[in-house]
């Protein structure tokens, strides 16, 4: 999850829309074809600043990226 991310509509249904509408992002945008336009603070994303820090953290957190990339492995 970076400052700014499209995520095509195969990974909008592999993590699920509503869970990824629910993640703490501050600007969610539908593209075409279900993809998704997904930006986590509403300025460019500073490793130096705890709140941008704290927000990718929730949404890390809140999305559970790891158990699904686990799951696809085997």
Do not use: C, M
Not at 4 to 29: L, M, Y
């Amino acid at each position: 999850v970076w400052w700014i991310n499209v995520w095509d509509r195969v990974q909008v249904e592999t993590v699920g829309q509503s869970k990824i509408r629910a993640a703490p992002f501050a600007h969610v945008g539908e593209l075409a074809s279900g993809a998704l336009l997904l930006i986590a603070t509403d300025e460019p994303t500073d490793v130096a600043n705890r709140a941008h820090v704290d927000r990718l953290a929730s949404i890390l957190e809140h999305l559970d990226l790891r158990r699904l990339q686990e799951r696809a492995r085997y």
